[in-house]
């Protein structure tokens, strides 16, 4: 289904969360970037649940269910799960997806909870990287994916500006500009103008056409 052209939803969302967690501790980015995507994931139903998404291969009910998979998957990290077997897509209906991101959130939160999860060794798809490292990941794969959800059903938002520009200087440093072929499946770095939202160059330095998929 070609779903260009949207009508669009605002969504204003208020980050402001009283955590004692310091501003650069990565669980805080992953905190709003659950926030971000619960919202939009809110907007999910029969009527765009087969809108076609900036990832090729899943609709937007598909990506949604992705979403809270990654939830579980970040979820797992500081525990005896092995995340590669895990799924890629969360098995939930599509009027189950709200609370299902809500209690995934809630599980990431309880599993990292603690400081020394944070310097604990995790074995992801990727490799085995400290537990900062790896939830910060994931806090970047989330955001990414809310706005492929977002822009393909036409909801527009405020996003975690300063997560973002994190996520986005280290997407450069994670994601080299080439060579990108099968080791690396992501498609061309696209640039917005220099004055397109820091969510757009973060999209685009993964390959999203984002001239494309922009929110009307």
């Not at 994916?145 to 300063?162: Q, R």
């Not at 973002?164 to 690396?184: L, N, Y």
Request: charged share 20%.
């Amino acid at each position: 289904m070609d779903n260009t052209t949207h009508t669009t939803r605002h969504i204003e969302i208020d980050y402001a969360d009283g955590s004692p967690l310091a501003a650069d501790d990565p669980r805080g980015a992953m905190a709003r970037s659950m926030q971000a995507a619960r919202a939009v994931i809110a907007h999910v139903d029969a009527t765009n649940a087969e809108n076609s998404t900036p990832c090729t291969e899943w609709n937007a009910l598909q990506l949604a269910q992705h979403l809270v998979a990654v939830f579980e998957r970040a979820a797992a990290g500081p525990t005896d799960q092995v995340i590669d077997d895990m799924a890629i897509l969360a098995d939930v209906a599509i009027d189950d997806l709200t609370d299902a991101a809500l209690a995934s959130a809630r599980l990431v939160h309880a599993n990292w909870s603690t400081d020394a999860a944070m310097t604990e060794p995790i074995d992801v798809p990727w490799g085995t990287l400290p537990g900062a490292a790896v939830i910060g990941v994931y806090a970047g794969e989330t955001i990414v994916h809310t706005w492929d959800l977002a822009v393909a059903i036409g909801v527009d938002l405020n996003w975690p500006e300063a997560d973002v520009a994190v996520h986005h200087e280290m997407s450069k440093i994670g994601i080299p500009e080439s060579p990108r072929d099968e080791f690396m499946p992501f498609d061309p770095v696209v640039r917005p103008g220099a004055d397109a939202p820091m969510i757009e160059h973060l999209v685009g330095w993964q390959g999203r056409d984002v001239d494309r998929w922009r929110v009307a």
